[in-house]
């Protein structure tokens, strides 16, 4: 299929290392935000949310970081693995706006063997 | 429990024609969004249907239009294409209610290209 990150920043990390991807957010009244994975040819599947109550969430081998006063979330993935190779978006939103989502720019994670 | 789906997969118009695109939400979801996502960037809202009426747009000029239907699937309009409207058109849905609710859940989307 078609990539969907022609022109996308890129982060290449080796099988097994960690990886960290990087967003800034632009609406200080976002309350909810999203972290996103969308492979080639496929729509964005959620990977875990954190509501700005929080400054840290984990999930399984993935931990999202926010920092709300630099506007800046980031996604830690542990032991990045093949199949982690796609493109990553973080989305913010105002739950209480009707969650109409706004994407961040979007990396590249390409994974080596 | 079937996700998201969207028909169809791919289109090809012409400069000017109209098209439809289609969206079934998942079981359960009650509020049906659109966007569009060019090439090499993120999703960009253009908008959100709940009991059959829009209830939010984006920056997306009135050739874009939408419907609800009871069963709560959509229909993407796009009157009078330009080059410019070729990209995926996603479509999100979430529940109002439940634990989840705050959750958009995309379907696979349609590719529409323009000529």
């Known amino acids: 299929g078609e990539s969907v990150g022609l022109h996308l920043p890129t982060l290449s990390v080796q099988e097994g290392d960690n990886s960290i991807i990087n967003c800034a957010y632009s609406n200080s009244a976002s309350d909810y935000f999203i972290w996103y994975k969308q492979e080639s040819g496929k729509g964005p599947q959620f990977i875990i949310d954190i509501r700005s109550n929080m400054d840290k969430r984990q999930g399984q081998r993935v931990t999202v970081l926010l920092n709300k006063t630099v506007k800046h979330l980031s996604l830690q993935i542990a032991a990045t693995q093949p199949g982690d190779s796609a493109v990553y978006f973080c989305?913010?939103?105002?739950?209480?706006?009707?969650?109409?989502?706004?994407f961040g720019t979007g990396t590249q994670l390409k994974v080596e063997l | 429990d079937a996700g998201v789906t969207q028909s169809p997969t791919h289109l090809i118009k012409t400069r000017g024609q109209q098209v439809t695109l289609r969206c079934s939400p998942k079981?359960?979801?009650?509020?049906v969004s659109w966007y569009q996502q060019a090439l090499g960037q993120g999703p960009q809202f253009i908008f959100q249907y709940y009991e059959e009426e829009e209830r939010q747009r984006g920056n997306f000029p009135d050739r874009f239009s939408g419907h609800q239907f009871p069963n709560y699937s959509s229909e993407l309009n796009v009157n009078a294409l330009l080059l410019g409207d070729s990209a995926l058109y996603l479509c999100a849905s979430r529940a109002l209610a439940g634990d989840y609710k705050n959750i958009q859940y995309f379907g696979a989307g349609t590719r529409l290209s323009v000529l």
């Open positions: 989305a913010e939103t105002r739950m209480g706006g009707g969650n109409k989502l706004t």
């Open positions: 079981s359960g979801h009650d509020t």
